[in-house]
């Protein structure tokens, strides 16, 4: 409204001064006149156009002012909000993103175990190997900054395993990675939801595992200084998965076999009935010839056993699985009913883990009715009738978890690590036990632990509860072995 105001006075000035302007033209015209006549009200219309035109111009150069004032205002409005904005977006550069405890951040991306496989792939940009050994599992490596990515084969798609780091420069969502020590992933994540026993670790690592809803994190720790070697992270549903899937095709081609040899046997015996009478042929431990000159010094290894064992036993049963996280799996030799062998290919040399242990009921009452294993961790469980919970033979330098009253309990035991004591096959009674054994009788509920071995009733509840325990067994037979040996290119 002002400015409006301003602009009519203005208008006026120009008009009075555009007057005068009229009649100073007049006066030019007449000054040759000798003698001008100026009556008193031409003098004050003069004087009073005069004191209109100081006012215009008075008013003129305030609004010039003010618009000039409000223009260099506005450009200063201008230019702070500017600043403001720069400085805004600069801090939201700044500011590290919140990380789930499934994530990690590399090259500018979020990786997780729980986003698809080929979001993973494309956001780790060009692999170095791609590893497919197994029919199941495929191996991404990226050397430059340690990363391996592990992804299952099912049904002709890859869903996300693991990742793994062993290198510094790629941490976790807190801060824990390759370098740092056993305290400091302790005050980051807490108490583990288990973990390995240092002084019995023959690859002289042990890990801490915490577990959550839908993964899983494991530090691998040197035995040495007590710094991560090792992380990874896992997709707890994809690997059960993938473990059963492993599980479910060794039975399935132990089933197959079953019937091939079943068909075969009834086909000769139909041959022989309307054939003519032939002396029968030796078929007492027959073999397939199977190709081992390509076998590696694993396969050659593991062949020479099953063949000892075969001409010992052509009932007996082999399985490969797999007790430890790496690549190579472990050979287990059954005799049905009698006893479970398992040995492990370990720096170029084979190793034995488990020697004949046996099955039944002895004369002191002590039975075993099963062995069992968690897949990837080098636990056992040993089944017994008894709450006597013996182990009497060797199992390389890995513990072992024991069950003392399993056949009594409708769930599942409490259990605690014990030490294979290496003692002759007598179980140990109480009487000499000693301080290191502990017992504990609530009903049914009975176990009986080395009270050294770091893992309290809890810690040995949960690891019950949160995994399932397989059946240390064979399923193939002698020729189904070899050629999955073949197959595997060990």
Aim: hydrophobic share 35%; proline share 3%.
């Amino acid at each position: 409204m002002k400015k409006k105001q301003a602009l009519a006075i203005i208008i006026a000035s120009s008009m009075a001064l555009s007057i005068v302007g009229c009649g100073g033209a007049e006066m030019s015209a007449s000054e040759g006149s000798s003698e001008i006549e100026v009556t008193e009200e031409a003098k004050r219309e003069i004087a009073k156009s005069e004191m209109i035109a100081a006012d215009a111009s008075s008013v003129a150069s305030s609004v010039e002012t003010a618009a000039t004032s409000a223009s260099s205002g506005e450009q200063a409005i201008a230019a702070s909000s500017d600043a403001a904005t720069t400085a805004v977006s600069a801090n939201k550069e700044a500011t590290p993103v919140k990380l789930a405890d499934h994530e990690l951040m590399y090259n500018g991306k979020v990786l997780s175990v729980l986003n698809d496989a080929s979001k993973t792939l494309t956001d780790l940009g060009t692999y170095d190997k791609k590893i497919t050994d197994s029919p199941y599992e495929v191996f991404y490596t990226y050397d430059a900054s340690g990363i391996e990515f592990s992804t299952y084969l099912c049904d002709g798609k890859e869903l996300p395993l693991g990742i793994d780091v062993d290198k510094k420069g790629v941490t976790t969502s807190r801060n824990i990675g390759v370098g740092d020590t056993k305290d400091k992933i302790v005050s980051a994540y807490g108490n583990p939801s288990e973990k390995s026993d240092p002084s019995k670790q023959a690859e002289n690592t042990y890990y801490y595992k915490y577990n959550f809803d839908k993964f899983s994190i494991w530090f691998y720790i040197s035995t040495k200084n007590n710094t991560v070697v090792l992380y990874e992270i896992d997709n707890t549903a994809n690997v059960e998965a993938k473990d059963k899937a492993e599980k479910n095709a060794e039975k399935a081609k132990a089933a197959e076999n079953t019937a091939a040899n079943a068909s075969s046997s009834a086909a000769t015996t139909a041959a022989s009935t309307t054939a003519t009478p032939q002396p029968a042929a030796t078929t007492e431990n027959k073999q397939t010839a199977h190709n081992e000159e390509k076998f590696g010094s694993c396969g050659k290894a593991f062949a020479d056993v099953v063949k000892k064992s075969h001409d010992a036993n052509s009932n007996a049963k082999y399985a490969l699985l797999y007790l430890t996280k790496d690549q190579t799996p472990d050979l287990v030799v059954d005799n049905p009913g009698k006893s479970i062998s398992l040995y492990t290919f370990e720096n170029g040399k084979l190793i034995t883990m488990i020697s004949d242990w046996r099955y039944g009921v002895s004369s002191q009452g002590y039975g075993t009715t099963s062995y069992c294993y968690l897949p990837y961790e080098n636990r056992f469980l040993e089944n017994t009738n008894n709450c006597l919970g013996y182990i009497d033979h060797y199992a390389g330098e890995e513990t072992i978890i024991c069950d003392c009253s399993y056949n009594f309990l409708p769930f599942w035991p409490k259990v605690a690590e014990v030490v294979p004591s290496g003692d002759a096959d007598a179980p140990r009674r109480e009487a000499n036990m000693g301080e290191n054994f502990r017992r504990s009788n609530s009903g049914e509920n009975n176990y009986m632990a080395l009270s050294q071995s770091g893992l309290t009733e809890e810690d040995a509840n949960r690891i019950l509860a949160d995994t399932h325990w397989e059946k240390l067994e064979g399923s193939m037979d002698y020729d189904t072995l070899l050629s999955k040996i073949e197959a595997l290119g060990l």
